[in-house]
């Protein structure tokens, strides 16, 4: 089974969704797993609730630290935006996903960003 890990700073938008979205795409296929490298305290309320609109509930997920362990354990590392933190390690497929910050948008700007990652990411399911 393949593990992928979605990364961005504070672990409360973008690598959420993101997870998110694969988790349920894959239905147990892949693992998957987020962090970032500045945590947040709580994952974006407005993420929450752009997610609940699908039938996703993120709302009992919590953002978490990035380790060199997790990145390890990662066949495929994706980035969004968290710059040099991520530490890099050979063997493993590193993409960066250029995608706007949710922080401090309302659900009907996050709502375009959602849609996007869930482009990408049923695209990198079709890879896996």
């Known amino acids: ?3 992928v890990l979605f990364v961005c700073v504070h672990n409360a938008g973008r ?3 993101a997870a998110a ?34 039938g996703i509930d993120v ?9 060199t362990d997790a990145v390890d354990a990662a066949d495929v590392v994706i980035t969004m935006g968290c710059g040099d933190a991520c530490p890099v390690f050979p063997g493993k ?12 948008l309302p659900v009907e700007q996050i709502r375009p960003i959602r849609d996007e990652i869930d482009r990408r990411v049923r ?6």
């Open 93 to 104: 497929r590193y993409l960066d996903w250029q995608l706007d910050d949710p922080a401090g």
């Open 59 to 67: 709302s009992r997920e919590f953002p978490k630290r990035l380790t």
């Open 15 to 17: 690598s959420q969704m």
């Open 1 to 3: 089974m393949k593990t």
């Open 123 to 128: 695209a990198l399911l079709a890879e896996l």
């Open 21 to 54: 979205l694969l988790h349920h795409h894959a239905a147990g296929r892949v693992a998957v797993r987020s962090a970032g490298s500045t945590p947040a305290s709580e994952v974006n309320p407005a993420v929450v609730a752009a997610m609940t609109e699908l």
